[in-house]
């Protein structure tokens, strides 16, 4: 799906509000992780291994998050899709809670008022905004289609940083171009008829409003510790979720026991796996892993959501689907090739790790 800038991939939406210390879409020159600097004048260590570990977390970020949209799909199915949302975040914020205070002492949760303020702000752009519209969109429209939709969010960030006087190089404004042309052609299954346009629309609103929070996240006064910020994050956007399900009336339709083993068995995967797996090999990767490999699940996470709609849900994938998905995955696969080389900006409005 925060800490200084949120996740800002197609993993973000699906999966959670993460604990990225740089975002695909703006990161820092691309390098290993610190490592002890070698004598002056001497060799330049060398980059370490990567090691069984490394690989064993990059999957479960591959395959995790990319399975989150089938999860988000198989709990629409009999589960209201805001409350399903706010059962999901309120749970793992829970959990993350417990875990920090069991982990690092009830002092880890202690936030200023404005550090809660812009947590809460956070929290409901990218859990009520962002993957509220992508569950309730999921109720028309294929799990595999959502993905590939909301894998743009790195484009909207590098849209969203040019409003505000960042200059991306000429080869990323080519990537967002093209990326935006495979959006619409991803958009001609609501506008065939296929599915609900207004699904399509819904998840584009989406991606727009998970970026909106990623963008401001790296600007505002969060919590120092990613993992507390993220613990507030959950808490206050499953809220959110939750008051929007009760607004519109998803209680009346909510039978539990109508919900079947599928969806529960679902609503389970997210909150453990999804919301607190993932999110913690992501994290340790970040830390132990050299960003342009970190990086890559954004636009793997998309393909791997294509590939497991079309076997388990038997989505699907047409001409516009293919082709427009393809050109959406190059053109991220660009911007954020481009944007990790970028040195960093001297302009007061963007971060450190921009």
Same mark, same amino acid.
């Given at each position: 799906?925060?800490?200084?800038?949120?996740?800002?991939?197609?993993?973000?939406?699906?999966? $959670?509000?993460?604990?990225?210390?740089?975002?695909?879409?703006?990161?820092?020159?691309?390098?290993?992780?610190?490592?002890?600097?070698?004598?002056?004048?001497?060799?330049?260590?060398?980059?370490?291994?990567?090691?069984?570990?490394?690989?064993?977390?990059?999957?479960?970020?591959?395959?995790?998050?990319?399975?989150?949209?089938?999860?988000?799909?198989?709990?629409?199915?009999?589960?209201?899709?805001?409350?399903?949302?706010?059962?999901?975040?309120?749970?793992?914020?829970?959990?993350?809670?417990?875990? /920090?205070?069991?982990?690092?002492?009830?002092?880890?949760?202690?936030?200023?008022?404005?550090?809660?303020?812009?947590?809460?702000?956070?929290?409901?752009?990218?859990?009520?905004?962002?993957?509220?519209?992508?569950?309730?969109?999921?109720?028309?429209?294929?799990?595999? /289609?959502?993905?590939? /939709?909301?894998? +743009?969010?790195?484009?909207?960030?590098?849209?969203?940083?040019?409003?505000?006087?960042?200059?991306?190089?000429?080869?990323?404004?080519?990537?967002?171009?093209?990326?935006?042309?495979?959006?619409?052609?991803?958009?001609?299954?609501?506008?065939?008829?296929?599915?609900?346009?207004?699904?399509?629309?819904?998840?584009?609103?989406?991606?727009?409003?998970?970026?909106?929070?990623?963008?401001?996240? +790296?600007?505002?006064?969060?919590?120092?510790?990613?993992?507390?910020?993220?613990?507030? $994050?959950?808490?206050?956007?499953?809220?959110?979720?939750?008051?929007?399900?009760?607004?519109?009336?998803?209680?009346?339709?909510?039978?539990?026991?109508?919900?079947?083993?599928?969806?529960?068995?679902?609503?389970?995967?997210?909150?453990?796996?999804?919301?607190?797996?993932?999110?913690?090999?992501?994290?340790?990767?970040?830390?132990?892993?050299?960003?342009?490999?970190?990086?890559?699940?954004?636009?793997?996470?998309?393909?791997?959501?294509?590939?497991?709609?079309?076997?388990?849900?038997?989505?699907?994938?047409?001409?516009?689907?293919?082709?427009?998905?393809?050109?959406?995955?190059?053109?991220?696969?660009?911007?954020?090739?481009?944007?990790?080389?970028?040195?960093?900006?001297?302009?007061?409005?963007?971060?450190?790790?921009?």
């Amino acid at each position: 799906m925060s800490d200084r800038s949120v996740d800002t991939s197609a993993g973000g939406l699906g999966a $959670e509000a993460g604990p990225s210390a740089s975002s695909p879409a703006g990161a820092p020159a691309d390098g290993p992780p610190r490592t002890a600097a070698g004598p002056p004048g001497g060799p330049a260590p060398s980059a370490p291994r990567l090691g069984g570990a490394v690989w064993t977390a990059l999957g479960l970020v591959y395959v995790v998050w990319g399975s989150t949209y089938l999860a988000i799909r198989i709990c629409d199915q009999t589960m209201p899709p805001f409350l399903a949302a706010s059962a999901r975040f309120l749970c793992a914020g829970l959990l993350l809670t417990l875990l /920090l205070a069991w982990r690092s002492g009830p002092a880890a949760l202690r936030v200023s008022g404005r550090q809660l303020a812009s947590a809460a702000l956070v929290g409901l752009l990218l859990l009520v905004g962002g993957n509220g519209l992508v569950v309730l969109a999921e109720t028309g429209i294929p799990s595999g /289609l959502t993905a590939l /939709l909301v894998a +743009a969010v790195p484009l909207w960030v590098v849209v969203l940083r040019s409003a505000f006087g960042d200059r991306p190089r000429t080869a990323t404004i080519g990537g967002v171009a093209v990326g935006f042309a495979g959006l619409l052609v991803l958009s001609v299954p609501g506008m065939s008829g296929s599915v609900k346009l207004s699904g399509v629309i819904a998840v584009i609103v989406a991606a727009v409003l998970w970026s909106t929070g990623s963008f401001a996240s +790296a600007r505002l006064p969060m919590p120092a510790n990613p993992f507390t910020a993220s613990a507030y $994050e959950m808490l206050i956007g499953g809220v959110g979720d939750l008051l929007l399900g009760l607004a519109r009336g998803e209680q009346h339709h909510l039978h539990l026991a109508a919900v079947s083993t599928s969806s529960w068995l679902a609503l389970g995967y997210l909150i453990v796996f999804g919301s607190l797996v993932a999110f913690s090999a992501y994290a340790w990767l970040l830390q132990n892993a050299p960003l342009s490999l970190v990086s890559t699940y954004a636009y793997v996470n998309p393909v791997v959501a294509v590939a497991l709609g079309w076997l388990i849900l038997s989505e699907a994938v047409s001409w516009p689907i293919a082709v427009g998905g393809g050109i959406v995955v190059a053109g991220v696969c660009a911007v954020v090739t481009t944007e990790r080389r970028r040195p960093a900006p001297t302009s007061a409005l963007a971060p450190p790790e921009d």
